[in-house]
């Protein structure tokens, strides 16, 4: 191609159109206003010359891109077997149950990005291939490629490509090109492409605890007071499936035994300074009130008997939005939990409307079902927003263009470290996931996926199978204790990484890729991979190789190296400068690996040094717009340090319509009498969220 | 639809074609004559109306047919996760890996077999999915379908559906409806329709070995050679990938060093009986004499960096045909193992061509994939055939049309029980599996796998990777010995077996539905499953019930039971009669299950009440043809018997071009005097592979 072909369409992005592409795409669904002005204030670089893109157009009409050598390509969405996903085929379909590792998950997204410097994104409905340097064109044959198994060590299952290579659906795409110059910048451009990243309210980052199925309205009042009782902090309150009069197909109506008055129990706990949020699912029961309306609205075919309405339908939108406003909105529920619109096809279960199945709006059971999840998150965020509130909550269905949506991933079908790696996993696509946790094999494995959880998107305890409370583990409770006050000390932080993500693109979790490379990339994942064939089980050989999939970033400052049951040391790749253990104080020198152990109580966290935390008190919930606590400033290390605070009213939309929101810079210098100093730039007196500041300068450790 | 859309294009199969598919199709390329005689003799019902078949065109046409509450329905190609497959959506897309339940597999075929009584076959090369009561019409949905599962006990993850709708591709395809009156008359009916079962050399059915991957010359002569010297049978020795030059890619050429003579080699072999079975794969070598050649013949990507041609154009099969013929069939080769023509995309391997890939004759990567197994299966059937020699081999991936080939699909991903599932899942899509053995976990295991081998479609010992032997585990020699030797004893028995298979359509391993419902279907599978909610483990439920997936019939007279590692008794569902243990003589009322209990030395077989089975002496290997063995004709029980035996040379296609061949009943009638008197009707005169016959009659259990 040429770069006539392509239409910059924001600053750093690229467009062209291929084929005819019809109905509705995500980006023409969620609607959102690209953030121009901060994506104009990047550097702006493109690794590929243009004629290196390649478009062929026939029966199946391919676009594709060079690959280096030694390249990485991350993203494709909520992917949990690997991180570089460099030599697989990525299917994007969406699906509930991605056991075996072919692209297809909750939240795909063809959106991928390179380890050069730059990102792709195909902006469709239909379901997209993504040929990742795993097919071979006939013309690269010549270059060695074949290599003899019988005799060389180096022949590999899986040979390098010099293209990768995207299979476009038949009737057409839109396609991005999304400029670095590092991989970071073309992730940060995604997300202010679509509009930026979600700015949850304040409440949403405490504690979540979702209770039993058939809990009835004074069970929940009992669950959530023993919170307060035991001192564990909690904010949200999550309700499942038997809130509903009838569930798996659902009514989204109060069943009246069991919750004879909601809105009072709303009350309470609301004056408790609980939140709620409430499980549902797409599908609807015939003894809905909103059945006989939505039928002729639906689509050909029904999950477990209820209807799949047709939500790209504005009448049906409406319906949905007026029952859901007037039911729960109205009488202070503050979110859902969006479960099962993503459908599955295994033995054990099956259920989704197939393919073939047609929509009043002309979509047919393979688009609807890949926009299922963003259409469930836009009507509710919608909803919200007419009410100028934010909501938080949860979501198993994603894709493109998800990056504003206030909504976590979730599934409880992964490992602790599959959940670790979706983490990461999840910031190259603009998605947030979270590492819920219900039961656990025994307390070690509950720690520790606790402490986890903790710093997640959602901090999140799910005990609709089985009960499990914090305190489930009593030999284990201080230490659950510890990390949900912790949690709760860090929110002034984690509002703070929020608020970039919004305005800025940057996602506040994200895997060591986005770090960079420490200078130029040396090796090729291949490289790293060494060949041994066990030719019984494993006939292609197994690859070896180290992701560091297994840690992330929170924020700026934190570095998160999560330990798993049967462990208490790990390696951790730490990036270049010194780093302290945050609750340890022990100092580490970065640009490398480190060995670290620890005990059950800690999970590894480490703290760049300079960096300045801010943080405030255990609160049992997150403080109400106006209710300030103290504000602590803790800066670590030996240098200056430097950092950013944000706030706003943590509930509603002014902070869009008005820029009712501030931002502090903060910064700490060394006087010439060897102190520490700090500063907020910005002014302390306008603080409407903290009554005090208090600094802790030259911290190797969090104060107490 | 009606039945004027239908045309009777064989006694009891009626085609219809939907849109105008293009390009070849699995029957197209295989090009067999119906066995229109057979089908004629056949009894014919159809149990269906005309009208209850629905088509629905438009972007995406579904063909569908009704379902009974309590329909079963069966097929779908070398399926490994369940029998039924009522309830589930079958991709039938050919896969290497098929670890999750989605339908693809190496073997997919677009043939179902429903228990009331008839099939469907899609004929196309493009994927086909099936919906086998997984999608639910809105029409339905009245039909009380949706129930509420926070109380009800019954409800479903996956709701019972009123049809099975097949999505078809977007070209169209040719459809055929094929008649009962029973599940097992539709699949023989299947079976005939594509030419008749495959009729293997006798030397097939003979025991299997293949030798480590690097073994040269000398080593496999005397790997061949410890097989006499040890009193272990063998007919046919398998090399793996180190007899080519270049291996992945292959150049299909021996290698000078490892096999500098290998005519001498085979000439060696022969002399003590062996055949000789060469591994290749589909890719070809740039160091391949025929690479130049079927460059400009291939299609655009390679695999391993080697060329995949398109063997559907002639001038490639010629130049194929022509090296394999040279280079192997004319010094002596008898067979290949073509592995690789199934393709992967996994974590630790992907490697295929892509679905966009074009090939020369036009044909896209998704149809050659589909089509790769058919294509080398016909290409080396046709090769022998040309030699008027019959081969019987292994095959990674098959399709639709494949009953005639010669062919026994394999590959070791899979545990035993899967193994025995995979063999009776064949059994209804005209398919042969082999439960191969490699390694084994302890002797237990080894002996379990190895009895269950010698009760299938090819008694095969892989010892590529780490040389194992019938003898690696001395401690249990003597079992492995004992099963080896009964397998060459029932020789008379299985290939009588098989020309049923080849004349008659009757698969000669047949899974358990074959035998029929003892009247009327009374129970749903739907309504054998249980549900069992763990809500954290399994969130949709767990279905019990019982497939009798485990057991399977060899021809007319037995039953396998196998049992399983950590198993030394087990439950068999016996159809109706009296059964012995065919090793211990014990007497079972059919009809139902009963328990049964054998120590590791004994797997459970049992022999219906009546059966003749015709067994010649445990010989070294296979006798050839005019070599005499005495015969041995084994009547069970104590009511009159009957059976059948075929004969003819065992090595060439003369039983088709002058119906050299020849049938015997077998006939044995209790005389006034109360003893047994057998005869086999036809002539004992005109054996030519039997010296004489031994007529063991009334036995309870197999004489020594």
Redesign the interface.
């Known amino acids: 191609m040429n770069q006539a072909d392509w239409m910059e369409t924001a600053p750093g992005v690229w467009k062209t159109t291929i084929g005819n592409p019809i109905g509705l795409t995500p980006l023409t669904w969620m609607n959102r206003v690209p953030k121009l002005e901060a994506m104009q204030r990047m550097k702006s670089g493109l690794p590929l010359k243009w004629e290196d893109i390649r478009l062929e157009k ?3 009409t ?1 676009l594709s891109f060079p690959l280096e050598h030694a390249e990485a390509v991350y993203g494709m969405g909520l992917q949990f ?2 991180m570089d996903q460099r ?3 990525r ?1 994007l379909r969406v699906n509930s ?1 991605p ?4 692209g297809e998950t909750h939240a795909p997204v063809p959106f991928f990005v390179s380890d050069r410097g730059y990102g792709v994104l195909i902006d469709s409905a239909s379901i997209v ?1 993504i ?1 990742c340097g ?5 013309e ?3 270059r060695g ?6 005799i060389d060590r180096e ?1 590999k ?3 390098v490509s010099s293209r990768i ?1 995207i ?1 476009i659906p038949n009737d057409g795409v839109h396609a991005y090109l999304i400029a670095g110059p590092t991989l970071a910048d073309a992730v940060r451009r995604y997300n202010l492409f679509c509009g930026g990243g979600a700015l949850p309210p304040k409440w949403g980052l405490g504690f979540w605890h979702r209770v039993p ?2 809990f009835d309205q004074q069970e929940v009042l009992e669950e959530a007071l023993a919170f307060r009782r035991r001192n564990f902090p909690c904010d949200v309150i999550g309700l499942e ?2 809130w ?1 009069s ?4 659902v009514t989204n109506e109060w ?1 009246q035994e069991r919750y004879p008055k909601p809105a009072s129990m709303l009350q309470t706990l609301s004056a408790q300074g609980f939140r709620v949020n409430l499980w549902e699912q797409p599908y609807l ?3 809905s009130e909103l059945y006989e309306g939505l ?1 002729p609205l ?10 799949a309405p047709d939500y790209t339908l504005p009448q049906a939108q409406e319906m949905y939005k007026r029952q859901h406003k007037k039911r729960h909105v109205d009488i202070g529920v503050s979110g859902y939990k969006l479960d099962e619109c993503d459908g ?8 989704m ?6 929509f009043p709006s002309g979509h ?1 059971g393979e688009q609807i079902r890949q926009l299922y999840g963003l259409l469930f998150q836009k009507m509710t965020d919608d909803m919200f927003r007419e009410q100028n509130l934010r909501t938080y909550g949860l979501v198993r269905a994603s894709g493109t263009g998800a990056s504003s949506m206030p909504y976590v991933l979730y599934s ?1 079908l992964y490992d602790h470290r599959q959940f670790v790696r979706a983490l990461c996993n999840a910031s190259f696509s603009g998605l947030l996931w979270t590492p819920e946790v ?2 656990a094999d025994n307390a070690e494995d509950w720690v520790r996926r606790m402490q986890t959880v903790c710093f997640s998107p959602m901090a999140l305890l799910n005990g ?3 009960g499990t409370k914090p305190w489930s583990f009593p030999e284990v409770e201080h230490i659950i204790r510890h990390y949900l006050r912790l949690r709760m000390r860090l929110l002034p932080y984690l509002y703070t990484a929020f608020a970039q993500y919004h305005f800025e693109g940057i996602p506040p979790f994200r895997a060591m890729p986005f770090e960079g490379n420490s200078g130029e990339r040396e090796k090729s994942v291949f490289d790293d991979h060494h060949r041994v064939t ?3 089980d ?6 070896g190789g180290r992701e560091w999939d297994d840690q992330y970033m929170v924020g700026d400052a934190l570095l998160v190296a999560p330990l798993f049951a049967g462990e208490s040391e790990r390696e951790v790749l730490l990036p270049p400068g010194i780093w302290y253990g945050l609750e340890t104080g022990e100092r580490y020198d970065g640009g490398g690996t480190i060995a670290v152990r620890a005990e059950l109580e800690r999970i590894p966290v480490f703290v760049r040094e300079g960096s300045v935390i801010p943080m405030m008190p255990a609160t049992a919930h997150v403080p109400k717009y106006g209710e300030k606590v103290p504000l602590q400033m803790v800066h670590f290390g030996n240098s200056d340090g430097a950092g950013l605070l944000y706030d706003d009213d943590g509930e509603t939309f002014e902070y869009e319509h008005d820029q009712k929101y501030q931002w502090w810079k903060t910064l700490v210098r060394k006087t010439s009498e060897g102190e520490f100093h700090g500063e907020l730039v910005g002014s302390e007196k306008s603080m409407v969220s903290y009554s005090k500041v208090e600094w802790c300068l030259g911290q190797s450790k969090l104060p107490n």
Not at 145 to 150: L, Y
Not at 353 to 358: K, L, W
Not at 538 to 543: S, V
Request: avoid cysteine.
């Open positions: 026939g029966d199946r391919v077997m690997k030599g697989r085929t299917y149950d056991k075996q590792d072919t291939t040929y795993s097919a071979v064109r006939l690269d044959a010549g490629a074949a290599r003899d198994r019988n022949w299952a899986t040979p290579e299979r199925t058939l499936p038997g509903h009838r569930s798996y197909p069943d029961s015939p003894d039928k639906s689509g050909s075919h029904t999950v477990w008997g209820g209807l599955s096809e295994l033995t054990r279960h099956s259920w409307f197939p393919a073939h199945a047609h047919d409880d219900r039961k609709w199978g089985d066990d030719t019984t494993g006939a292609y050989g197994r690859r």
